[in-house]
Protein backbone atom coordinates (compact mmCIF):
# COMPACT_ATOMS: atom_id res chain seq x y z
CA UNK A 1 0.00 0.00 0.00
CA UNK A 2 2.90 2.59 0.86
CA UNK A 3 4.15 2.03 -2.37
CA UNK A 4 1.33 2.36 -4.45
CA UNK A 5 0.70 5.56 -2.73
CA UNK A 6 4.33 6.56 -3.30
CA UNK A 7 3.54 6.26 -7.21
CA UNK A 8 0.38 8.12 -7.12
CA UNK A 9 2.02 10.91 -5.66
CA UNK A 10 5.09 10.85 -7.93
CA UNK A 11 2.33 10.41 -10.78
CA UNK A 12 0.18 13.11 -9.98
CA UNK A 13 1.90 16.76 -9.99
CA UNK A 14 -0.03 17.86 -6.95
CA UNK A 15 1.73 15.78 -4.69
CA UNK A 16 5.16 16.93 -6.11
CA UNK A 17 8.06 18.48 -3.22
CA UNK A 18 7.88 22.10 -4.10
CA UNK A 19 11.35 22.53 -5.11
CA UNK A 20 9.95 20.98 -8.24
CA UNK A 21 7.73 24.31 -8.61
CA UNK A 22 10.42 26.92 -7.71
CA UNK A 23 13.59 25.46 -8.95
CA UNK A 24 12.44 26.01 -13.09
CA UNK A 25 11.14 29.72 -11.90
CA UNK A 26 14.96 30.45 -10.26
CA UNK A 27 16.53 32.48 -13.54
CA UNK A 28 13.35 34.49 -13.33
CA UNK A 29 13.90 35.46 -9.68
CA UNK A 30 17.70 36.50 -10.44
CA UNK A 31 16.26 38.37 -13.39
CA UNK A 32 13.82 40.14 -11.01
CA UNK A 33 16.85 40.77 -8.77
CA UNK A 34 18.86 42.16 -11.65
CA UNK A 35 16.07 44.46 -12.19
CA UNK A 36 16.23 45.74 -8.39
CA UNK A 37 19.55 46.29 -8.17
CA UNK A 38 18.74 43.98 -4.87
CA UNK A 39 18.89 40.61 -3.90
CA UNK A 40 16.52 40.44 -1.21
CA UNK A 41 14.39 42.95 -2.72
CA UNK A 42 11.25 41.29 -2.23
CA UNK A 43 11.66 42.07 1.85
CA UNK A 44 10.52 45.44 1.03
CA UNK A 45 6.91 44.02 -0.33
CA UNK A 46 4.86 44.47 3.65
CA UNK A 47 6.85 46.48 5.94
CA UNK A 48 4.24 45.85 9.11
CA UNK A 49 5.48 41.86 8.86
CA UNK A 50 8.70 40.60 10.04
CA UNK A 51 11.19 40.39 6.62
CA UNK A 52 7.67 40.72 4.38
CA UNK A 53 6.61 37.20 5.66
CA UNK A 54 9.19 35.04 4.92
CA UNK A 55 8.50 32.23 7.11
CA UNK A 56 10.33 33.57 10.23
CA UNK A 57 7.49 35.80 11.15
CA UNK A 58 5.36 35.30 14.46
CA UNK A 59 1.98 33.75 13.16
CA UNK A 60 0.54 35.46 16.87
CA UNK A 61 1.79 38.82 16.01
CA UNK A 62 0.95 38.28 12.56
CA UNK A 63 -2.95 37.66 13.10
CA UNK A 64 -2.78 40.85 15.74
CA UNK A 65 -2.39 42.61 12.58
CA UNK A 66 -5.86 42.02 11.89
CA UNK A 67 -8.85 43.95 12.82
CA UNK A 68 -9.99 42.52 15.96
CA UNK A 69 -13.47 41.13 14.55
CA UNK A 70 -11.64 39.45 11.81
CA UNK A 71 -9.84 37.21 13.81
CA UNK A 72 -9.97 34.43 16.15
CA UNK A 73 -9.57 34.30 20.05
CA UNK A 74 -6.05 33.67 20.16
CA UNK A 75 -3.34 33.15 23.09
CA UNK A 76 0.74 32.80 22.63
CA UNK A 77 2.35 30.38 24.96
CA UNK A 78 6.15 30.06 25.40
CA UNK A 79 7.95 27.14 26.00
CA UNK A 80 7.81 25.42 29.53
CA UNK A 81 4.92 27.75 30.61
CA UNK A 82 3.77 25.79 33.45
CA UNK A 83 0.06 23.88 32.35
CA UNK A 84 -2.73 25.82 34.64
CA UNK A 85 -1.38 29.46 34.12
CA UNK A 86 -1.66 27.96 30.05
CA UNK A 87 -5.22 26.36 31.11
CA UNK A 88 -5.94 29.98 32.63
CA UNK A 89 -5.09 32.08 29.65
CA UNK A 90 -7.67 29.78 27.55
CA UNK A 91 -10.28 30.43 30.16
CA UNK A 92 -9.91 34.32 30.17
CA UNK A 93 -9.73 34.31 26.46
CA UNK A 94 -13.17 31.85 26.67
CA UNK A 95 -11.42 29.47 24.44
CA UNK A 96 -13.69 25.89 24.81
CA UNK A 97 -12.53 22.71 23.46
CA UNK A 98 -11.90 21.54 20.81
CA UNK A 99 -9.30 24.10 20.18
CA UNK A 100 -6.92 24.83 17.28
CA UNK A 101 -2.95 23.93 18.73
CA UNK A 102 -0.22 25.19 16.32
CA UNK A 103 3.50 26.73 16.08
CA UNK A 104 3.80 30.22 16.16
CA UNK A 105 5.94 29.95 13.37
CA UNK A 106 5.20 26.97 10.71
CA UNK A 107 3.86 26.83 7.81
CA UNK A 108 2.22 23.49 5.60
CA UNK A 109 0.45 22.38 8.50
CA UNK A 110 3.02 20.74 10.42
CA UNK A 111 2.19 20.00 14.16
CA UNK A 112 -1.35 22.03 13.57
CA UNK A 113 -3.53 19.50 15.73
CA UNK A 114 -7.31 19.50 16.52
CA UNK A 115 -7.50 19.35 20.38
CA UNK A 116 -10.62 17.96 21.68
CA UNK A 117 -9.80 17.74 25.67
CA UNK A 118 -7.78 19.24 28.73
CA UNK A 119 -5.59 16.01 28.65
CA UNK A 120 -4.70 16.08 25.00
CA UNK A 121 -3.75 19.83 25.28
CA UNK A 122 -1.47 19.04 28.45
CA UNK A 123 -0.01 16.34 25.80
CA UNK A 124 0.75 18.91 23.02
CA UNK A 125 1.90 21.46 24.83
CA UNK A 126 4.77 19.12 27.15
CA UNK A 127 5.33 17.24 23.81
CA UNK A 128 6.05 20.63 21.91
CA UNK A 129 8.95 22.58 23.23
CA UNK A 130 8.14 25.63 20.80
CA UNK A 131 6.27 28.95 21.00
CA UNK A 132 2.81 27.70 20.16
CA UNK A 133 -0.52 29.62 19.47
CA UNK A 134 -3.54 28.17 20.73
CA UNK A 135 -7.15 29.70 18.92
CA UNK A 136 -10.58 29.16 19.13
CA UNK A 137 -11.92 26.51 16.75
CA UNK A 138 -14.26 27.70 13.95
CA UNK A 139 -17.23 26.22 13.07
CA UNK A 140 -17.72 28.07 9.88
CA UNK A 141 -19.21 26.12 7.03
CA UNK A 142 -16.62 26.80 4.49
CA UNK A 143 -12.56 27.59 4.46
CA UNK A 144 -10.76 29.57 1.55
CA UNK A 145 -7.37 31.04 0.35
CA UNK A 146 -7.56 34.46 -1.27
CA UNK A 147 -4.81 36.07 -2.50
CA UNK A 148 -4.81 39.61 -2.42
CA UNK A 149 -2.34 42.42 -4.00
CA UNK A 150 -2.05 46.31 -4.38
CA UNK A 151 0.42 48.36 -5.14
CA UNK A 152 1.40 50.95 -2.53
CA UNK A 153 0.26 54.03 -4.65
CA UNK A 154 -3.15 52.37 -5.59
CA UNK A 155 -6.20 52.83 -3.59
CA UNK A 156 -7.36 49.24 -4.81
CA UNK A 157 -5.72 46.15 -5.84
CA UNK A 158 -6.42 42.55 -7.15
CA UNK A 159 -7.17 39.15 -6.10
CA UNK A 160 -5.28 37.15 -8.10
CA UNK A 161 -6.11 33.69 -6.81
CA UNK A 162 -9.04 31.81 -5.03
CA UNK A 163 -8.70 28.54 -3.52
CA UNK A 164 -11.73 26.46 -2.36
CA UNK A 165 -10.63 23.85 0.16
CA UNK A 166 -12.68 20.41 0.18
CA UNK A 167 -11.99 18.46 3.44
CA UNK A 168 -11.80 14.82 2.99
CA UNK A 169 -13.98 12.35 4.35
CA UNK A 170 -16.03 9.39 3.82
CA UNK A 171 -19.38 8.00 3.91
CA UNK A 172 -20.30 4.98 5.68
CA UNK A 173 -22.35 1.76 3.84
CA UNK A 174 -23.23 0.11 6.96
CA UNK A 175 -20.66 -3.29 6.54
CA UNK A 176 -17.30 -1.65 6.42
CA UNK A 177 -15.22 0.09 8.81
CA UNK A 178 -13.43 3.46 8.75
CA UNK A 179 -9.94 2.09 8.15
CA UNK A 180 -12.00 -0.12 5.09
CA UNK A 181 -13.24 2.75 4.11
CA UNK A 182 -10.84 5.57 3.96
CA UNK A 183 -8.72 2.59 1.50
CA UNK A 184 -11.21 2.51 -0.51
CA UNK A 185 -11.47 6.34 -1.43
CA UNK A 186 -8.42 7.02 -3.94
CA UNK A 187 -7.79 10.39 -2.34
CA UNK A 188 -7.45 9.42 1.33
CA UNK A 189 -5.89 6.20 1.03
CA UNK A 190 -3.14 8.56 0.17
CA UNK A 191 -2.77 9.57 3.43
CA UNK A 192 -3.64 6.84 5.56
CA UNK A 193 -0.76 7.38 7.80
CA UNK A 194 -2.02 10.73 8.73
CA UNK A 195 -5.49 9.15 9.38
CA UNK A 196 -4.53 6.70 11.14
CA UNK A 197 -3.33 8.65 13.69
CA UNK A 198 -5.84 10.92 13.49
CA UNK A 199 -8.74 8.35 14.01
CA UNK A 200 -6.40 5.49 15.51
CA UNK A 201 -9.45 5.19 18.37
CA UNK A 202 -12.25 4.72 15.53
CA UNK A 203 -10.34 2.77 12.76
CA UNK A 204 -12.70 -0.70 13.36
CA UNK A 205 -15.35 1.09 13.96
CA UNK A 206 -18.32 0.81 10.79
CA UNK A 207 -20.20 3.92 10.53
CA UNK A 208 -23.77 3.94 10.27
CA UNK A 209 -25.17 3.98 6.32
CA UNK A 210 -24.99 7.29 4.69
CA UNK A 211 -23.21 8.83 7.70
CA UNK A 212 -20.36 11.18 6.37
CA UNK A 213 -17.42 10.95 8.76
CA UNK A 214 -15.04 13.97 8.14
CA UNK A 215 -11.16 13.24 8.47
CA UNK A 216 -9.59 16.01 9.12
CA UNK A 217 -10.76 19.34 10.48
CA UNK A 218 -7.09 21.60 9.20
CA UNK A 219 -7.42 22.47 5.64
CA UNK A 220 -3.61 21.40 4.74
CA UNK A 221 -3.22 20.02 1.73
CA UNK A 222 -0.33 18.29 3.36
CA UNK A 223 -3.41 17.10 5.54
CA UNK A 224 -5.42 15.49 2.51
CA UNK A 225 -7.43 18.93 1.76
CA UNK A 226 -8.79 19.29 -1.74
CA UNK A 227 -7.63 22.50 -3.45
CA UNK A 228 -9.78 23.69 -5.91
CA UNK A 229 -9.36 26.81 -8.73
CA UNK A 230 -12.44 29.02 -7.46
CA UNK A 231 -11.29 32.01 -9.46
CA UNK A 232 -14.27 31.87 -11.32
CA UNK A 233 -15.54 33.76 -8.13
CA UNK A 234 -13.48 36.52 -7.98
CA UNK A 235 -15.60 39.68 -8.03
CA UNK A 236 -15.44 43.30 -7.77
CA UNK A 237 -17.48 43.25 -4.72
CA UNK A 238 -14.70 40.91 -3.08
CA UNK A 239 -11.79 42.73 -4.43
CA UNK A 240 -13.66 45.80 -2.48
CA UNK A 241 -14.36 44.13 0.58
CA UNK A 242 -10.13 42.93 0.16
CA UNK A 243 -9.42 46.77 -0.75
CA UNK A 244 -11.30 47.70 2.96
CA UNK A 245 -9.26 44.93 4.31
CA UNK A 246 -5.91 45.79 3.49
CA UNK A 247 -6.25 49.34 3.81
CA UNK A 248 -7.09 48.09 7.72
CA UNK A 249 -3.89 46.64 7.84
CA UNK A 250 -1.19 49.06 7.11
CA UNK A 251 1.53 47.68 5.90
CA UNK A 252 0.46 44.78 4.15
CA UNK A 253 0.02 44.48 -0.02
CA UNK A 254 1.03 41.25 -0.81
CA UNK A 255 -0.43 37.84 0.25
CA UNK A 256 -2.68 35.11 1.12
CA UNK A 257 -4.96 35.52 3.66
CA UNK A 258 -6.86 31.93 4.56
CA UNK A 259 -10.55 32.00 6.03
CA UNK A 260 -13.32 30.55 7.80
CA UNK A 261 -17.11 31.89 6.29
CA UNK A 262 -20.26 30.69 5.73
CA UNK A 263 -21.85 31.90 2.82
CA UNK A 264 -19.79 33.45 -0.22
CA UNK A 265 -22.21 36.26 0.17
CA UNK A 266 -21.48 37.11 3.46
CA UNK A 267 -17.69 36.94 2.29
CA UNK A 268 -18.05 39.12 -0.50
CA UNK A 269 -19.80 41.86 1.46
CA UNK A 270 -17.12 41.61 4.26
CA UNK A 271 -19.54 39.95 6.57
CA UNK A 272 -19.14 36.90 9.12
CA UNK A 273 -16.12 35.55 8.20
CA UNK A 274 -12.57 34.93 10.38
CA UNK A 275 -9.40 34.86 9.12
CA UNK A 276 -7.23 31.93 10.33
CA UNK A 277 -3.42 33.76 9.39
CA UNK A 278 -2.00 35.70 6.88
CA UNK A 279 0.68 34.77 4.29
CA UNK A 280 3.62 36.72 3.15
CA UNK A 281 6.00 36.90 0.63
CA UNK A 282 6.07 32.80 0.47
CA UNK A 283 2.65 32.73 0.29
CA UNK A 284 1.52 30.80 -3.07
CA UNK A 285 -1.50 31.19 -5.36
CA UNK A 286 -3.26 27.83 -3.80
CA UNK A 287 -5.88 27.38 -6.71
CA UNK A 288 -2.50 26.47 -9.12
CA UNK A 289 -2.73 22.78 -7.01
CA UNK A 290 -6.32 21.92 -8.46
CA UNK A 291 -4.94 19.22 -10.73
CA UNK A 292 -8.15 18.35 -12.67
CA UNK A 293 -8.30 22.06 -13.87
CA UNK A 294 -4.65 23.45 -14.07
CA UNK A 295 -1.43 22.01 -15.69
CA UNK A 296 1.57 21.88 -14.05
CA UNK A 297 2.76 24.25 -17.03
CA UNK A 298 0.10 27.08 -15.77
CA UNK A 299 1.68 26.11 -11.85
CA UNK A 300 4.71 27.56 -12.79
CA UNK A 301 3.40 30.92 -15.05
CA UNK A 302 1.41 31.77 -12.13
CA UNK A 303 4.16 31.69 -9.53
CA UNK A 304 6.17 34.08 -12.18
CA UNK A 305 3.00 36.10 -12.27
CA UNK A 306 2.91 36.71 -8.76
CA UNK A 307 6.15 37.37 -8.29
CA UNK A 308 6.16 40.12 -10.45
CA UNK A 309 3.53 41.70 -9.00
CA UNK A 310 5.71 41.21 -5.60
CA UNK A 311 8.70 43.02 -7.46
CA UNK A 312 6.37 46.24 -8.28
CA UNK A 313 4.96 46.17 -4.82
CA UNK A 314 8.71 46.27 -3.43
CA UNK A 315 10.28 48.34 -5.62
CA UNK A 316 7.15 50.81 -5.31
CA UNK A 317 7.67 50.60 -1.68
CA UNK A 318 11.59 51.25 -1.69
CA UNK A 319 11.61 53.99 -4.03
CA UNK A 320 8.31 56.54 -2.92
CA UNK A 321 8.16 55.37 0.51
CA UNK A 322 11.53 54.44 1.81
CA UNK A 323 11.03 51.83 3.21
CA UNK A 324 14.67 50.00 3.25
CA UNK A 325 15.60 46.46 2.03
CA UNK A 326 16.74 43.77 4.37
CA UNK A 327 20.47 42.95 3.95
CA UNK A 328 21.15 39.72 1.64
CA UNK A 329 23.25 38.52 4.85
CA UNK A 330 20.66 38.96 7.38
CA UNK A 331 18.14 37.62 5.47
CA UNK A 332 20.11 34.44 4.62
CA UNK A 333 20.92 33.45 8.60
CA UNK A 334 17.02 34.00 9.41
CA UNK A 335 16.31 31.36 6.38
CA UNK A 336 19.25 29.10 7.73
CA UNK A 337 17.69 29.55 11.19
CA UNK A 338 14.23 28.72 9.49
CA UNK A 339 15.87 25.60 8.30
CA UNK A 340 17.25 24.25 11.34
CA UNK A 341 13.93 25.22 12.99
CA UNK A 342 11.78 23.37 10.32
CA UNK A 343 13.82 20.51 11.03
CA UNK A 344 12.96 20.25 14.44
CA UNK A 345 9.18 20.61 13.81
CA UNK A 346 9.52 17.97 11.63
CA UNK A 347 11.60 15.32 13.69
CA UNK A 348 9.02 16.36 17.18
CA UNK A 349 5.84 15.19 14.25
CA UNK A 350 7.19 11.39 14.05
Request: one cysteine or more; glycine letters at 4%; aromatic letters at 12%.
Amino acid sequence: MIKNNSIKKIINWEHWPSAMFYLPNLPYAFYLAFKAKHLTFFSAANPCIKSSGNGTESKYETILLVPEKYRPKSVLIKPNTNFETVYKKIQKQKINFPLIAKPDVGFRGLLVEKIASKAALKNYIEKYSIDIIIQEFLDHENECGIFYHRNPKDDSGKISSLTLKRFLSVTGDGTSTLKELILADERAKLYIDLFTKIHQDKLTEIPIKNKIIKLTAIGNHSKGTQFINGNHLISDKLTTTFDKLSKSIPGWYYGRIDLKYNTFDELEKGIDFKILEINGIIAEPTHIYDAENYTYLKALKAIRTHWKSLFTIAITNHRNFNTPYKSSISFLNEIILLKKYTKKIKRLSK
